[in-house]
């Protein structure tokens, strides 16, 4: 990126998830985080139009938070175990939460324990892997194990490591000491630093790997919903940002919001930030689904579900075909289909999926406004692969009622990257914002009284339908 936000060169390549048991989702930190950023880094520095000593710092992002863990070398013991799709430590939650006591926690790290939270991960590790454990010198998530290899320096970002519950003060924004030491015994903790900080430099060997020159500054980074908030201007008071993808993902910035046991309460950019966050299991992967079952295009479908009327004809969908995490954080919820007929079609069964996750944005939307002190509602920007030219957006403001802005520029979590580290070095005054909003999409109002009726079909039936599951 230069000064005024133009991208001057982008590289990306495609990597994988293992998913070697059912609840467990795994990478290979050592190949999949290291090794491809720096085949993408080699082939940014070899572009002609890269000139590398121009470069003034490198910001960085990643999936988190992660759990990986490392010797004293530095090098991975075991493949990084994910976010809240993995659900292995299920046992651990419950066993946290009674030993600290779910309102305690809850004030304390601003999040209820659930299987976004790493802290219980550790606990698994050291009770199901304890050889792994004990080889165990430092620990990582994705953003702060590249920043280790580039720069041999052991941090962490406030943000990622308050999504390391319950092992962060989210009021002291600082570690919780007790809590954290009894979740990484015999381990040191990571120190920590804010994501638009310099953590350090480019080390010889990683200079080497990258093509970066040595020297270059490196920010300790954060987990990329929040690099991408940041590049869609999501950062004021009352922002919020819906994140179209395989997962939905929505950040909300609001320092004195008050905690919610069905959202993360977490750490933002900056000292004396604050956001919160809540994130679906399936949404794209959702309507890739249908469209793998209906053995068609999933563009095409998405267009022929289009030409379907709103309410796709009595069909509703629960869209928790992954378990779900926010608001209900349950990890046993499963995908419910009810009012199917024969007259209905995979265009029907696309409509339905698509207003299942809409649902769950409103029920994401109404737990956010429940924990602002003022009552005010929030601005959502609408970004990802989904929001763009897409039936998508549209509707979610039916069925939500409230109006998305669209930004120009959607390259994702490395412009909020890019736009952290020239920041970070001077080239931008403090508070840029490189965002244009091109477009807003508007509630359709006659539509509004015929999803109010769907949405309290929605809820009734997770209810009705809860107890059921487990006798399956």
């Given at each position: 990126?230069?000064?005024?936000?133009?991208?001057?060169?982008?590289?990306?390549?495609?990597?994988?998830?293992?998913?070697?048991?059912?609840?467990?989702?795994?990478?290979?930190?050592?190949?999949?985080?290291?090794?491809?950023?720096?085949?993408?880094?080699?082939?940014?520095?070899?572009?002609?139009?890269?000139?590398?000593?121009?470069?003034?710092?490198?910001?960085?992002?990643?999936?988190?938070?992660?759990?990986?863990?490392?010797?004293?070398?530095?090098?991975?013991?075991?493949?990084?175990?994910?976010?809240?799709?993995?659900?292995?430590?299920?046992?651990?939650?419950?066993?946290?939460?009674?030993?600290?006591?779910?309102?305690?926690?809850?004030?304390?790290?601003?999040?209820a324990l659930s299987s976004q939270?790493?802290?219980?991960?550790?606990?698994?590790?050291?009770?199901?892997?304890?050889?792994?454990?004990?080889?165990?010198?430092?620990?990582?998530?994705?953003?702060?194990?590249?920043?280790?290899?580039?720069?041999?320096?052991?941090?962490?970002?406030?943000?990622?490591?308050?999504?390391?519950?319950?092992?962060?003060?989210?009021?002291?924004?600082?570690?919780?000491?007790?809590?954290?030491?009894?979740?990484?015994?015999?381990?040191?903790?990571?120190?920590?630093?804010?994501?638009?900080?310099?953590?350090?430099?480019?080390?010889?060997?990683?200079?080497?790997?990258?093509?970066?020159?040595?020297?270059?500054?490196?920010?300790?980074?954060?987990?990329?919903?929040?690099?991408?908030?940041?590049?869609?201007?999501?950062?004021?008071?009352?922002?919020?940002?819906?994140?179209?993808?395989?997962?939905?993902?929505?950040?909300?910035?609001?320092?004195?919001?008050?905690?919610?046991?069905?959202?993360?309460?977490?750490?933002?950019?900056?000292?004396?930030?604050?956001?919160?966050?809540?994130?679906?299991?399936?949404?794209?992967?959702?309507?890739?689904?249908?469209?793998?079952?209906?053995?068609?295009?999933?563009?095409?479908?998405?267009?022929t579900a289009g030409q379907v009327?709103?309410?796709?004809?009595?069909?509703?969908?629960?869209?928790?075909?992954?378990?779900?995490?926010?608001?209900?954080?349950?990890?046993?919820?499963?995908?419910?289909?009810?009012?199917?007929?024969?007259?209905?079609?995979?265009?029907?069964?696309?409509?339905?999926?698509?207003?299942?996750?809409?649902?769950?944005?409103?029920?994401?939307?109404?737990?956010?406004?429940?924990?602002?002190?003022?009552?005010?509602?929030?601005?959502?920007?609408?970004?990802?692969?989904?929001?763009?030219?897409?039936?998508?957006?549209?509707?979610?403001?039916?069925?939500?009622?409230?109006?998305?802005?669209?930004?120009?520029?959607?390259?994702?979590?490395?412009?909020?990257?890019?736009?952290?580290?020239?920041?970070?070095?001077?080239?931008?005054?403090?508070?840029?914002?490189?965002?244009?909003?091109?477009?807003?999409?508007?509630?359709?109002?006659?539509?509004?009284?015929?999803?109010?009726?769907?949405?309290?079909?929605?809820?009734?039936?997770?209810?009705?339908?809860?107890?059921?599951?487990?006798?399956?």
């Amino acid at each position: 990126m230069d000064a005024g936000g133009t991208v001057v060169a982008a590289v990306s390549g495609p990597h994988g998830t293992d998913h070697p048991r059912s609840g467990w989702y795994e990478q290979n930190a050592l190949t999949i985080w290291w090794e491809q950023s720096c085949e993408l880094l080699r082939a940014l520095m070899a572009d002609e139009r890269v000139d590398r000593s121009a470069i003034k710092a490198l910001g960085v992002s990643g999936i988190g938070p992660c759990l990986l863990v490392c010797d004293k070398s530095g090098n991975p013991l075991r493949p990084a175990i994910l976010y809240g799709i993995d659900t292995r430590a299920t046992a651990e939650v419950i066993e946290l939460t009674e030993r600290f006591g779910a309102a305690d926690i809850l004030a304390r790290a601003g999040s209820a324990l659930s299987s976004q939270a790493a802290g219980p991960k550790m606990l698994w590790l050291q009770r199901h892997e304890p050889d792994i454990w004990a080889r165990t010198a430092r620990w990582f998530s994705a953003s702060p194990f590249l920043v280790e290899r580039l720069t041999g320096e052991y941090l962490i970002d406030h943000h990622t490591a308050s999504q390391f519950d319950p092992m962060y003060d989210i009021r002291a924004q600082s570690w919780a000491s007790d809590w954290a030491a009894a979740l990484s015994p015999g381990v040191p903790l990571p120190r920590l630093a804010w994501p638009g900080e310099i953590a350090g430099f480019v080390t010889g060997g990683a200079s080497a790997a990258t093509g970066l020159l040595p020297g270059t500054p490196v920010l300790a980074g954060t987990v990329d919903a929040w690099a991408e908030a940041h590049s869609v201007g999501v950062r004021h008071r009352g922002d919020l940002m819906i994140m179209y993808g395989s997962t939905l993902f929505l950040v909300g910035v609001d320092p004195a919001a008050r905690p919610h046991s069905g959202l993360w309460l977490t750490a933002g950019l900056a000292p004396d930030t604050g956001t919160l966050a809540a994130g679906m299991a399936a949404s794209g992967l959702l309507a890739n689904w249908v469209a793998d079952t209906a053995g068609l295009p999933v563009g095409e479908l998405i267009d022929t579900a289009g030409q379907v009327a709103a309410g796709a004809e009595g069909l509703v969908l629960l869209p928790y075909f992954a378990g779900e995490r926010s608001p209900v954080f349950d990890p046993d919820a499963r995908g419910v289909a009810l009012g199917l007929t024969l007259a209905h079609t995979p265009a029907h069964l696309m409509r339905a999926a698509l207003e299942a996750v809409a649902m769950g944005v409103r029920h994401n939307l109404e737990a956010f406004d429940s924990v602002r002190p003022d009552g005010s509602q929030w601005r959502p920007v609408a970004v990802g692969g989904g929001a763009i030219g897409s039936l998508w957006p549209q509707i979610v403001s039916d069925v939500t009622g409230r109006a998305q802005d669209i930004p120009a520029q959607t390259v994702g979590a490395s412009y909020g990257d890019a736009l952290l580290a020239a920041s970070a070095a001077g080239m931008v005054p403090p508070g840029t914002d490189w965002t244009k909003i091109v477009a807003t999409v508007q509630p359709r109002p006659e539509l509004s009284g015929l999803y109010d009726r769907r949405y309290a079909v929605y809820r009734d039936l997770y209810a009705a339908t809860r107890p059921l599951i487990p006798r399956l």
